[in-house]
């Protein structure tokens, strides 16, 4: 495998539109370069359904072979950014934590009965959405998954391995002199941050 065939990206940072588009962004011009092999490296709070559920379908359609690695937490959404890698790793001291998705008003807001409901469909599809993603993964009852996320279930390694969700517990995340692109977000944008030298590409809610 050549050096600039295989790339890392470690994605610190919520699930927003900043950083799933510099995320897709990254991915665009190094599959340009001829990159067969991505390593993404993830520590995220979750963040949006939509910006998600994009960025895994994204990936699972994209002729690259990923290997996800969990190294702090992976929430929410975050879990099926996750399930984008073909394989699964985590670090030995993380955390995944399932849990249902979130509508937020702005305030003041005031909704009629009809848009409450439409309110209440919308969370039912993501939450569907979502379980369907992790059901496939982990090869599991889509029900089961609904339950375990309405019961906010946290498991550690261990018990992801079990759970179906992780396959292997590895402390080492990239080999020396590895091609690794940080995304984490500031305050207003996704910051793109190459570790080898090369030049930047791009400077619903589940919390």
């Not at 910006?51 to 994204?58: D, E, P, T, V």
């Not at 993380?94 to 009629?112: I, K």
């Not at 309110?119 to 599809?125: M, P, S, Y």
């Not at 002199?177 to 977000?185: D, E, L, R, T, Y």
Request: charged letters at 20%; aromatic letters at 8%; glycine letters at 8%.
């Amino acid at each position: 495998m050549t050096s600039n065939s295989k790339f890392y990206i470690k994605f610190f940072a919520p699930i927003v539109p900043e950083t799933v588009a510099a995320l897709m962004q990254v991915v665009d011009s190094k599959m340009k370069q001829g990159a067969t092999k991505l390593g993404l490296l993830i520590s995220s709070p979750g963040g949006d359904v939509f910006q998600g559920l994009s960025a895994y379908n994204f990936l699972k359609g994209i002729p690259l072979e990923i290997v996800t690695h969990n190294f702090g937490s992976a929430d929410s959404i975050g879990v099926v950014l996750f399930c984008a890698g073909s394989q699964r790793l985590s670090v030995p001291h993380a955390r995944f934590l399932l849990h249902g998705v979130q509508c937020r008003f702005p305030q003041p807001m005031s909704l009629e009965e009809k848009q409450l409901e439409e309110k209440l469909k919308g969370l039912q599809i993501d939450m569907g959405n979502i379980a369907r993603v992790i059901a496939d993964t982990v090869n599991k009852d889509k029900q089961q998954i609904l339950d375990d996320m309405l019961n906010r279930t946290t498991l550690y390694p261990e018990e992801a391995i079990s759970y179906g969700l992780v396959h292997e517990i590895r402390s080492e995340l990239f080999e020396p002199g590895a091609q690794v692109i940080s995304i984490q977000q500031a305050p207003q944008t996704a910051k793109i941050k190459p570790r080898d030298g090369s030049q930047n590409v791009a400077d619903n809610w589940t919390g």
